[in-house]
């Protein structure tokens, strides 16, 4: 297990964007990474996935074409890209990784978790 800290959260209007960030204490070098999030009320959900090597990834269809998920193992550094944000987007959008080179993406699937970090979305 590796210890998550997400920052880039905050407050943007409807067709804004922000980058989210997810720096991990040890190594992501094999490991799958991936942007789940969390409405309240809501259970939590897949966002995206990025394989080890960043040549694989996936996402939730609702996000497809807006957000970016990429990652610098160098740096031991998730990102993710959000553009065209929508009020729908409106979550805690948390950072997850797991000793898989590629697999399912089940929120019940990833070992370790960051704290979260705030995105809300204004109309």
């Known amino acids: 297990q590796v210890q998550l800290v997400e920052s880039g959260g905050g407050l943007v209007q409807a067709g804004g964007s922000l980058r989210l960030s997810c720096a991990a204490s040890g190594r992501t070098f094999g490991k799958l990474m991936g942007w789940f999030r969390q409405a309240p009320g809501k259970e939590r959900e897949f966002v995206a996935a990025?394989?080890?090597?960043?040549?694989?990834?996936d996402y939730k269809d609702s996000v497809k074409g807006r957000f970016t998920i990429s990652r610098d193992n160098a740096k031991n550094t998730v990102y993710l890209q959000m553009n065209s944000l929508k009020p729908e987007d409106t979550a805690v959008y948390y950072c997850?990784?797991?000793?898989?080179?590629?697999?399912?993406?089940?929120?019940?699937?990833?070992?370790?978790w960051g704290q979260g970090t705030q995105v809300t979305v204004s109309s």
């Open positions: 997850a990784a797991d000793s898989r080179l590629w697999g399912s993406l089940r929120t019940a699937d990833f070992g370790s």
């Open positions: 990025i394989s080890w090597n960043g040549t694989r990834s």
